[in-house]
């Protein structure tokens, strides 16, 4: 028995870290949801591995155990959101790694509230800003259920929802500029009429002209 002052690690690192492939697909999933290190990633690849293992497990079985084992893990991930109610254990194993990352609460909270980035979603969950119900959750990686999903909200002293409606307000406003002065633009330049033809112009007499002009005078 360890420590309980050191819990076992929740999260396994790739067999190879340093293939090239790997590195720019993870650094792409850090910046799309907003994690702060590899280690966020580490942690849901893991989890998502252990469900897939289930799945596996209850596929070898008999078939009277399976049907008795197989809603157990059905109903705990339609409850978190990650299939639907009539999906299967195929559905299971086809799942990826971005379907676990979005139901963190960092991911919805940017989804639904409109942040530019999720780094500042994350800012806002972290700094106690983000109520579920009526429980402050401050725990981006907290994997909201999809009976609370629509009990996020704002708490009541969270100054965010007047900082985004200000940036939403000065975003429509410089769109605005920007296609009134395309607008613009478009009308004062000058229409070509078709029917305008251009004259040639005169040539310059040369040297070789003008000594053709003198012998036949």
């Known amino acids: 028995m360890g420590d309980p002052k050191y819990p076992r690690k929740t999260w396994r690192k790739p067999k190879r870290p340093l293939n090239y492939e790997l590195k720019m697909a993870e650094l792409k999933t850090l910046g799309t949801f907003g994690l702060r290190t590899k280690k966020e990633l580490w942690k849901a ?10 799945a596996r497990s209850l596929l070898a079985l008999q078939q009277d155990i399976r049907e008795e084992k197989e809603p157990i893990l059905m109903k705990s991930l339609t409850k978190i959101g990650l299939v639907s109610s009539d999906a299967t254990l195929d559905d299971v194993l086809n799942l990826e790694v971005e ?45 909201v259920n999809t009976a609370e999903e629509g009990n996020i909200q704002f708490t009541p002293e969270s100054k965010f929802p007047e900082i985004l409606e200000k940036s939403k307000k000065a975003e429509a406003k410089s769109n605005s500029e920007v296609e009134s002065a395309s607008e613009n633009s478009e009308e004062s330049k000058p229409e070509t009429s078709e029917n305008t033809t251009t004259q040639p112009k005169p040539q310059s007499e040369t040297p070789e002209t003008k000594s053709e002009k003198s012998s036949t005078d």
């Open 99 to 143: 379907d676990l990352l979005t139901r963190r609460l960092q991911t919805l909270v940017h989804k639904k509230f409109g942040f530019q980035t999720p780094y500042q979603a994350r800012q806002a969950v972290v700094h106690g800003h983000i109520m579920i119900g009526d429980r402050v959750i401050n725990i981006p990686s907290y994997t």
């Open 45 to 54: 690849h893991t989890k998502l591995s252990s469900v897939r293992h289930q």
